[in-house]
C-alpha cells in the first residue's frame, strides 16, 4: 500500500475489515500532510473491492481507485470535479468522483465545505451503490461551516446501510462535538524522520537538504508542494551555504525573493522560519542569530502585509545568517 506508518490506526482498519462490523463513520484526525487522506482512499478502496483491507491492487475496482488517488495526490482535481447548480441556477462544485461510481471525495468549495455540498452527497449516497459499499471522504472536514456540519450531523444519525463517512481534520475542536460522538475517531501522529525518507524516496522528488530538514523536523509532508517550487526550492539551496554567499549574490537573491508573489513570499518565510529553528536546536546557529533573524522575519512579514516588497528585508535577513 502507499500509506507509510501509522500502524496502530492501519490495524484498527485490518479488524474492522476483517470483522465485518465497519462503523458508520470515521473521523481521522491529526497534522496535515502525514496520510490521513491517503490512509482513507486506501481503505475505500478495500470496502469497494471486497477482497483485502487495503484493496488487493488488482481487480477493477482497485485499478480505477488506484487512478483517482493516484491524480488526486497529484493534484489533478478539475478533472474529477463534479458541479451542480443551485436553485438560483448558481454552478457550485460538489465534489469528487472518480471512474468508481461509489466513491466521492468532498472538499471545499473556496474555503468553506457548503450545505448544498452536504446536501449532493446526501443525494449521493442515497443513489444505490454499484457493489455492496459506498464511501464519502470528507477532506478538511473543519471547514464544513455549521450549517454543513447539522446537515451533516442528521445522515450521521440516520446512517444508509453500507455508507462508510470519513471525514479528515487536522483538530478535533474544528468538528461539533454531535458528529465527533456519531465517528469512531482515529488519532494519527507526526511522521518519524525515517518515514518521511521513505515517502520522499517513494515518490522520488528531490528537495535541497535544507528544506528536506524541515520535513523531517515537522514529521509531515504538508510543506512539500510549496518545496517543490522553483523559486523557492532554488533560494533553500542557497541557503546551505549562507556563510559562503558573496554579497552580490545576496543582493540576486534578495532581488528573486522581491519578485516572488506575496503568497510565495510568505510561505517561505514560514519555511524560513522553520529551518532557523531547526539549526538552532542543533548548535548550527548561536541563538542569539537566531533571534535577530527571528525579529526580521516578523518585520518582514508585517511588511509584506502594507505592501513592502521584502528586497532590502531579505538581504538584511541573509546578512545576519552570514554573520
Ligand atoms: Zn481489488
Redesign the pocket.
Same mark, same amino acid.
Given at each position: 500500500m502507499f500509506t507509510v506508518g501509522h500502524e496502530r490506526q492501519k490495524r484498527f482498519l485490518q479488524k474492522a475489515f476483517l470483522s465485518g462490523r465497519i462503523p458508520s463513520a470515521f473521523a481521522f484526525i491529526g497534522k496535515e500532510g502525514i496520510g490521513k487522506k491517503l490512509l482513507a482512499l486506501e481503505f475505500a478502496? #478495500?470496502l469497494?473491492? #471486497?477482497? +483485502?483491507p487495503f484493496?488487493?491492487? +488488482? $481487480?477493477?475496482? $482497485?485499478?480505477q481507485v488506484d487512478k483517482f488517488i493516484k491524480d488526486l495526490r497529484g493534484g489533478e482535481i478539475e478533472t474529477y470535479a463534479y458541479y451542480t447548480s443551485d436553485e438560483g441556477g448558481k454552478k457550485h462544485l460538489s465534489y469528487l468522483i472518480g471512474e468508481h461510481p461509489d466513491l466521492a471525495v468532498v472538499i471545499p468549495d473556496g474555503n468553506q465545505i457548503k450545505i448544498d455540498q452536504i446536501r449532493d452527497i446526501q443525494d449521493f449516497v442515497f443513489l444505490k451503490p454499484l457493489g455492496s459499499s459506498k464511501v464519502v471522504v470528507i477532506d478538511d472536514a473543519g471547514k464544513m461551516n455549521p450549517q454543513a456540519q447539522n446537515a451533516l450531523l442528521k445522515t450521521l444519525e440516520e446512517p444508509p446501510e453500507g455508507v462508510l463517512f470519513i471525514l479528515i481534520s487536522t483538530l478535533k475542536g474544528e468538528l461539533l462535538p454531535t458528529i465527533l460522538s456519531r465517528c469512531q475517531v482515529l488519532e494519527f501522529k507526526a511522521l518519524r524522520g525515517s518515514q518521511v525518507e521513505e515517502i520522499l524516496l517513494r515518490l522520488k522528488v528531490t528537495v535541497p537538504k535544507a528544506l528536506k530538514e524541515v520535513l523531517l523536523a515537522e514529521g509531515s509532508l504538508s510543506a512539500l508542494k510549496l518545496a517543490q517550487e522553483e523559486e523557492i526550492s532554488q533560494l533553500f539551496t542557497k541557503l546551505e551555504n549562507v556563510k559562503n554567499l558573496t554579497f552580490a549574490e545576496i543582493i540576486d537573491l534578495a532581488e528573486n525573493f522581491e519578485g516572488m508573489e506575496t503568497e510565495v513570499k510568505e510561505t517561505f518565510l514560514e519555511l524560513l522560519e522553520k529551518f532557523l529553528a531547526k539549526k538552532t536546536i542543533k548548535g548550527e546557529i548561536p541563538l542569539e542569530t537566531y533571534e535577530r533573524v527571528e525579529r526580521l522575519i516578523a518585520e518582514t512579514k508585517r511588511g509584506l502585509k502594507r505592501g513592502v516588497k521584502g528586497k532590502l528585508a531579505m538581504e538584511n535577513i541573509l546578512l545576519t545568517f552570514k554573520e
Open positions: 478502496k #478495500g469497494l473491492c #471486497g477482497k +483485502e484493496g488487493c491492487g +488488482e $481487480c477493477k475496482t $482497485c485499478k
